[in-house]
């Protein structure tokens, strides 16, 4: 039978995991890798979704 306490436990374990994965990296201007964090992505998506509000304005 399903036991949702233990899938929502795996859900967080799994969340947990992914949090720690390398996202990739980018080399600054001094040839230094930094590692890409969740925050970056999520920064990067919320300037991306800030950009394109005048055009769902003109195109929504």
């Known amino acids: 039978m399903h ?3 233990h899938t ?3 859900r967080q374990h799994t ?3 992914l949090r720690h994965l390398q996202l ?3 080399i600054d201007a001094q040839g230094r890798e930094i ?3 969740e925050q ?3 920064q990067a998506c919320r ?3 800030q950009s394109t509000k005048p055009l769902r304005r003109l195109f929504g």
């Open 3 to 5: 036991n949702p306490l």
């Open 8 to 10: 929502t436990h795996s």
């Open 47 to 49: 300037q991306l979704e």
């Open 35 to 37: 590692p890409i964090t």
């Open 15 to 17: 969340a947990q995991k």
């Open 40 to 42: 970056m992505i999520l």
């Open 24 to 26: 990739g990296a980018i």
